[in-house]
């Protein structure tokens, strides 16, 4: 059974900047799509990047489209995200989560996603 880890959460100002990361366990990260979500009290679990196995495609929303990127090391087993620009809006759990299924998905899809770390506590003051 596959394990996630996130880290890099924090307390930044406004316009600062943040770099998350995701530890996996296993030997089959490099065939599986990755993501990164988000989820606010109160609020539904969004997804914020995702990158597909190979690292070839990757998929934004328009709400951090240009200031987060996504990007994965497959052999150190790790996913990050970088996060520029950040805004009070993007306060929220971050989540690192792993595809279902290997190889090709729909990454833009949540329910592509089946496997889910603790998540990490990004806080953006104004």
């Known amino acids: 059974q596959v394990q996630l880890a996130e880290s890099g959460g924090g307390l930044v100002q406004a316009g600062g900047s943040l770099r998350l990361s995701c530890a996996a366990s296993g030997r089959m990260f490099s065939a599986y799509a990755m993501g990164w979500f988000r989820q606010a009290p109160g609020q539904e679990r969004e997804v914020v990047a995702a990158?597909?196995?190979?690292?070839?495609?990757?998929y934004y929303p328009d709400s951090v489209k240009g200031r987060f990127t996504i990007s994965r090391d497959n052999a150190k087993n790790t996913v990050y995200l970088q996060m520029n620009s950040l805004k009070p809006e993007d306060t929220a759990v971050y989540y690192c989560?792993?595809?279902?299924?290997?190889?090709?998905?729909?990454?833009?899809?949540?329910?592509?996603?089946?496997?889910w770390g603790q998540g990490t506590q990004v806080t953006v003051s104004s």
């Open positions: 990158i597909t196995w190979s690292g070839g495609s990757t």
């Open positions: 989560a792993q595809a279902t299924v290997p190889g090709r998905t729909m990454i833009s899809d949540k329910t592509s996603f089946g496997f």
